[in-house]
C-alpha cells in the first residue's frame, strides 16, 4: 500500500511522458496562485537553451492500518516520504522516492521495526521509482518507468483502467515503451519491470498511410491488433492467462479541437475454444484550452469466459479472488455468456489554462452493466479549491454489484496547503484488501494524518 492511496493517480503515463515542470509549478505554488489571480499566463516563458528544474518534498505521517475481521492485529506506524523530481525538459524527468514506515506498535511476535510487507520482495524495490522517462509523446520513441495508474493499452479492450497498485503489499513498477515508424504504432508495456508478471503489446496500423501514402489526418482509418500474457510469478502466485483482441477505428469527424470515431473489435483467449467476445461502440475527444474531454460507449458480448477489460481497475486482486460466490481466481473462474454496456468518461478543467497537469477538475469514469445484472464501477475525481490551497480527492470500486460475493472499495485524501503553499497538512483514509498466502483476499482499512514541505527550483 503506498502512503497516499490517490497520489498515484496525479502520476499517469500520460502525465509523466510529458514535462514535470506543471508539477514543479504546484509545488511551488506561490508564483502559480499569484499569477492566477492576477489574471496572467502562470506558464514560464521556454528560454531556447535546456533548463532544469527540481522539487524535493518530505511527508511525515501518522498511518494506522486496521483489519475489518475482529482479529485485533491492528498495526500503526510513523511514516516519512522524501521525494526527488528533476525535470530535464520534454524529453528526461525522473521522480524518485518511497515511504518509509517505522512501527509504532502491532505487528505480532517477531514484527521488526520496519514494515517487512513493503520490502520483502525484488519487486517491491520499484516503488522507489515513481516517474522515469526518456523521450516525449512527439518523439518516435518514448520510455517510461513507474507506477501505472488507470492504465489503457491503445485500443483498451484487454488492458484498461489498471492499476499495478491495487494490491497493497506489492509495489512494483511497470514500463512503458512507444515507437512510431510511418504508419505503424506500437506500445509495450510491462506491470512489474523487477518481476514475470503481466506484458503486453499492441501494433497499430494507419491504413490509409498504407493504401495512399502520408495523409493529411494521422489515424483516420486504424487496424490494431494487441496481446496480454500474465506469467502470475510476482507479487504472489497466480493463474497464468492470455487474451488476444483485433480493432479497427475509423474517424468519422476529425477538428484540431474534437474527434469523432467509430470502433470495433473481436477478441479471444488462444488455446481456449469458444472464449471470444466482439464490441462495438464510439468515441468523442474534446480538447481546448480549458477542457479536456473524453468519451466512451461500446457494446459488448461474451461468450465462453472472454471479455473485454479482463486487465481491469481490480485485476490485481481478482487474479487471486474473482468477485462472485466461486472464491476462485479470475483466470479460472466462469463468466456467464451474455451482453454489456460500457460507458467512460474522463474530465479535465482548468479556469486558468496554464496547460499543466493540476486542473480545477479532474474526473475519471466508467461503468458496465451486464445483461445478466451485474453492474462495475470505478471512478476518481480530484478538485481543487480556494486558489488551488486545498485539494480533495475520491476514489471508489465496485465490482459486481447486485450480486453476491460483489466487491468495494474506497478512499478518501484532503491537502490543505498553508503558510504560502510550501507546508501543507494532510489526512487520506480507506478501505484494502488483502491477498494471502492462501489465495483468499483478507478485508482492513488505513488511516493517516501528517504534514508535508516542499521546495522548487
Same mark, same amino acid.
Request: aromatic share 10%.
Given at each position: 500500500m503506498s502512503g497516499h492511496p490517490l497520489e498515484a493517480y496525479m502520476h499517469s503515463k500520460q502525465s509523466t511522458l510529458t514535462t514535470l515542470l506543471p508539477l514543479l509549478l504546484m509545488a511551488g505554488w506561490v508564483s502559480e496562485v499569484s499569477a492566477s489571480a492576477e489574471g496572467v499566463d502562470p506558464s514560464p516563458p521556454v528560454p531556447p537553451e535546456?533548463?532544469?528544474?527540481?522539487?524535493?518534498?518530505?511527508?511525515?505521517?501518522?498511518?494506522?492500518?486496521?483489519?475489518?475481521? *475482529?482479529?485485533?492485529?491492528?498495526?500503526?506506524?510513523?511514516?516519512?516520504?522524501?521525494?526527488?523530481?528533476?525535470d530535464g525538459g520534454p524529453e528526461f524527468g525522473i521522480n524518485v522516492g518511497a515511504p518509509i514506515r517505522f512501527r509504532m506498535w502491532g505487528g505480532g511476535s517477531g514484527? #521488526?521495526?520496519?514494515?517487512?510487507?513493503?520490502?520483502?520482495? @525484488?519487486?517491491?524495490?520499484?516503488?522507489?521509482?515513481r516517474g522515469l522517462k526518456f523521450?516525449?509523446?512527439?518523439?518516435?520513441?518514448?520510455?517510461?518507468?513507474?507506477?501505472?495508474?488507470?492504465?489503457?493499452?491503445?485500443?483498451?479492450?484487454?488492458?484498461?483502467?489498471?492499476?499495478?497498485?491495487?494490491?497493497?503489499?506489492y509495489h512494483p513498477a511497470g514500463g512503458i515503451l512507444t515507437a512510431t515508424l510511418g504508419p505503424i504504432h506500437a506500445e509495450a508495456f510491462a506491470s512489474d519491470v523487477l518481476g514475470a508478471r503481466l506484458m503486453g503489446a499492441e501494433l497499430s496500423l494507419d491504413l490509409e498511410h498504407?493504401? &495512399?501514402?502520408?495523409?493529411?489526418?494521422? #489515424?483516420?482509418?486504424?487496424? *490494431? @491488433?494487441?496481446?496480454?500474457?500474465d506469467w502470475g510469478q510476482a507479487g504472489g502466485l497466480a493463474p497464468s492467462v492470455t487474451l488476444a483482441h483485433l480493432d479497427a477505428t475509423a474517424g468519422v469527424l476529425l477538428r484540431p479541437d474534437h474527434e469523432v470515431h467509430l470502433i470495433a473489435g473481436w477478441g479471444g483467449r488462444p488455446g481456449q475454444g469458444g472464449a471470444w467476445g466482439a464490441v462495438v461502440g464510439a468515441g468523442v475527444d474534446v480538447l481546448t484550452e480549458k477542457l479536456h474531454l473524453r468519451l466512451r460507449l461500446e457494446a459488448r458480448r461474451q461468450h465462453g469466459g472472454f471479455r473485454q477489460g479482463f486487465f481491469g481497475a481490480d485485476y490485481e486482486l481478482a487474479r487471486f479472488q474473482a468477485a462472485g460466490p466461486e472464491d476462485l481466481p479470475l483466470a479460472e473462474a466462469s463468466f456467464p455468456e451474455g451482453y454489456s454496456a460500457f460507458g467512460e468518461a474522463e474530465v479535465g478543467w482548468d479556469a486558468v489554462s496554464y496547460g499543466g497537469l493540476y486542473k480545477h477538475l479532474k474526473l475519471s469514469l466508467g461503468a458496465e452493466a451486464f445483461s445478466w445484472g451485474r453492474l462495475d464501477v470505478d471512478g476518481r475525481i480530484v478538485v481543487q479549491?480556494?486558489?488551488?490551497?486545498?485539494?480533495?480527492?475520491? +476514489?471508489?470500486?465496485?465490482?459486481?454489484? #447486485? +450480486?453476491?460475493?460483489?466487491?468495494?472499495?474506497?478512499?478518501?485524501?484532503?491537502?490543505?496547503?498553508?503558510?504560502?503553499? +510550501?507546508?501543507?497538512?494532510?489526512?487520506?483514509? #480507506?478501505?484494502?484488501? &488483502?491477498?494471502?498466502?492462501?489465495?483468499?483476499l483478507r478485508p482492513g482499512a488505513f488511516a493517516s494524518v501528517g504534514l508535508g514541505v516542499d521546495n522548487a527550483r
Open positions: 535546456r533548463r532544469w528544474y527540481y522539487l524535493t518534498r518530505v511527508e511525515a505521517t501518522t498511518l494506522a492500518l486496521v483489519p475489518r475481521t *475482529g482479529a485485533g492485529n491492528d498495526e500503526a506506524f510513523i511514516q516519512v516520504e522524501p521525494t526527488l523530481i528533476i514484527a #521488526g521495526l520496519m514494515r517487512r510487507e513493503d520490502w520483502d520482495s @525484488l519487486s517491491d524495490w520499484g516503488q522507489l521509482i523521450g516525449s509523446d512527439n518523439a518516435p520513441m518514448g520510455i517510461w518507468f513507474g507506477p501505472l495508474e488507470e492504465h489503457r493499452l491503445l485500443s483498451g479492450h484487454l488492458v484498461r483502467r489498471y492499476s499495478n497498485r491495487t494490491h497493497p503489499d498504407i493504401l &495512399f501514402g502520408q495523409p493529411e489526418q494521422q #489515424g483516420r482509418y486504424t487496424l *490494431g @491488433l494487441s496481446a496480454v500474457h479549491l480556494f486558489e488551488r490551497s486545498v485539494e480533495v480527492a475520491l +476514489k471508489g470500486l465496485a465490482i459486481g454489484a #447486485g +450480486k453476491p460475493g460483489a466487491r468495494y472499495l474506497g478512499a478518501a485524501e484532503v491537502r490543505w496547503r498553508v503558510l504560502g503553499g +510550501k507546508l501543507y497538512a494532510m489526512g487520506t483514509g #480507506g478501505t484494502l484488501l &488483502f491477498p494471502t498466502k492462501e489465495a483468499q
